[in-house]
């Protein structure tokens, strides 16, 4: 959900069209208030869109927070996943060690692949 909404806002942007609000978002993707809510919270805290006002209204508006040439699929995945995760505090392994070094891998190869569209272009 948090491509499909952070695609629509892009589309929106790249369009020229106004912001749109967290209800119009929901009533745009048909995604139920409460969740797009949470997810623009989790969009913003990990810089992959913006909360605007406008000086007439003061409902939150959502656009890109970056350059919508750098916004691909796996970018907002991997924003999303990354968020607050190193905050955790846990024992180094060996283990742990190997599992951060394939994922490490399995992410340079997802954005490497051809499949990783920029959302701009969807």
Do not use: W
């Not at 978002?25 to 809510?37: A, Q």
């Not at 939150?60 to 699929?73: E, Q, T």
């Not at 968020?83 to 399995?106: H, Y």
């Amino acid at each position: 959900m948090g491509l499909r909404i952070t695609h629509s806002c892009i589309k929106k942007f790249s369009n020229g069209d106004k912001p749109r609000s967290a209800e119009q978002i929901s009533h745009d993707l048909e995604i139920p208030i409460r969740l797009v809510n949470q997810i623009l919270f989790e969009l913003v805290q990990c810089r992959v869109l913006s909360e605007a006002r406008d000086t007439n209204d003061s409902e939150a508006l959502f656009l890109p927070a970056m350059n919508i040439d750098k916004l691909s699929i796996n970018y907002v995945i991997q924003a999303l996943e990354e968020l607050g995760t190193e905050d955790i505090p846990v024992a180094r392994s060996g283990e742990l060690n190997k599992l951060s070094e394939c994922l490490t891998e399995f992410v340079d190869t997802v954005g490497k692949s051809q499949a990783n569209l920029l959302l701009k272009d969807i």
